[in-house]
């Protein structure tokens, strides 16, 4: 650190998506983003119907040098040398166990080349607080709503590494139930958000989906039931689909709801038993605009978003929570694990 100020270099290889981001963050937390890279496998996935493994880390192998190149290029044009470099943050969990390996790999190779240390940091944890980038307001203690491909959960977020589990999926995750019920209806791999548009250009519909868990008393949330029915009720139009455009617009409108409504209820009982209103939404599926809307019906004026490039899978959102971690001295003995499932709770026990 030189006058309060880090540069951190961020690596994110977790899935499908290949990203590097060099950051300064200023001692009152200010985040400047120097260089942004990133390498998008949908396409390659979009062949398959979701993403393959073992391609996934193939193409992660192949982008990273390719990634660090540009990045390179942008400290060069900035007058920045590697040796001005803080620390290295990578994923290291959770994600895709070969994905993981080659990202963690690539970093402390690059650490060990440069002479910088190398932070190893929770994917997850770094969705959460990558509203903070955005806006300096948000502050502890806050709601986090994660909702992305794999992840539907809320957490208290009482400080930095200080976490307690409101309320997970205990099934499908929300952005799943969008891209599966997308495909149903003709959208290519990964469709959620194009799903997501088409809702949008309706304010009601005269279909209805169930809503799992709804009810107070169950806890969780739960998707595998909606995208069943969805699939069902597709098939029973399917004829009908192909002549009538503004049945098409009804059933994605029906299947945005239910899911959206899901999230809402069990966002508005986790403020009413913590009695926290400030709500951090993050992951894919942030970008909603109709989740968007409702949540701010339920808190006005106290909902914070990423950036919209920070929704999706970053790596300026690692490098942003390596920042956070780099003066912490704690001592990593296991620099070279991943960990493909890891739970970001200190507290656990779901209450909604």
Known sequence: MKNGVDLVLGIETSCDETAISLIRV?????????SEQIASQVELHALYGGVVPELASREHFKALPLLFE??????????????QITAIAVTR????KGCLIVGVQFAHGLGDAIGVPVIGVN??????????????????????????????????VKGLGNYSL???????????????????????????AQ???LADQSESSKLRLPRAMNDQRKKGFSFSGLKTAASLLIKKHEAELEKDSRLKVEIAFAIQEAIVELLVRKTRLAIKSTRVRQIALSGGVSANK???SQLEEVSPGQV???????????????????????NKNSKDLEPYQVYPRWPIETESGAIV
């Open 26 to 34: 200023g001692p009152d937390r200010t985040v400047e983003i120097l």
């Open 166 to 192: 409101i309320c997970r999926t205990i099934d499908d995750a929300a952005g799943e139930a969008f891209d599966k019920s997308a495909f149903l209806l003709g959208f290519d791999y990964p469709g959620g």
């Open 93 to 96: 969990g959770p994600g895709l």
């Open 195 to 197: 799903l997501a548009a």
């Open 290 to 292: 109709r989740l968007q």
């Open 70 to 83: 540009k990045v390179t290029q942008d400290m060069q044009r900035l007058k920045i040398s590697l040796d």
């Open 123 to 156: 994917h997850i944890e770094a969705h959460l607080l990558s509203p903070m980038i955005a806006s300096q307001e948000l502050s502890y203690p806050f709601l986090g709503l994660i909702v992305s491909g794999g992840h539907s959960e809320i957490h208290l």
């Open 304 to 326: 914070y978003l990423p950036l919209p490039q920070h929704c999706a899978d970053n790596a300026t959102m690692i490098a942003y929570l390596g920042s956070l971690y780099l």
